[in-house]
């Protein structure tokens, strides 16, 4: 599956009723919202849970379509944003990961 396909099929459940700003907004909360939920199943270690990778898989799943409806909102294809960021991982590290780079970006790398 392409995140095109994945963004079309995530927005049919969509709140329809919720104008273009109001969905940006509902994914801006709903991604923090779901960070906070992989937060805790980690923090919950320290209380003697196990961590369950099936929890956490759905958990970011639920990223994924918080992220394809702030896209929709704005019109953006999900596989244009995947594409800009591996060109713009790829001019940061053309050989790979290394701290050099991480530490000292060229102007303008955001």
Excluded at 54 to 71: Q, R, S, T, V
């Amino acid at each position: 599956m392409t995140f095109n396909e994945y963004q079309g099929l995530a927005a049919r459940t969509i709140n329809t009723r919720l104008h273009c700003h109001e969905k940006e907004e509902h994914a801006l909360h709903g991604m923090v919202s779901e960070i906070g939920e992989l937060h805790g199943l980690y923090q919950k270690i320290y209380q003697g849970h196990r961590l369950d990778e099936g929890h956490l898989k759905k958990e970011l799943g639920d990223l994924l379509w918080f992220i394809a409806e702030y896209c929709t909102a704005h019109a953006w294809d999900m596989d244009d944003i995947a594409a800009m960021n591996i060109e713009k991982l790829q001019a940061r590290y053309p050989d790979g990961f290394d701290s050099e780079h991480s530490l000292h970006r060229k102007e303008g790398d955001i």
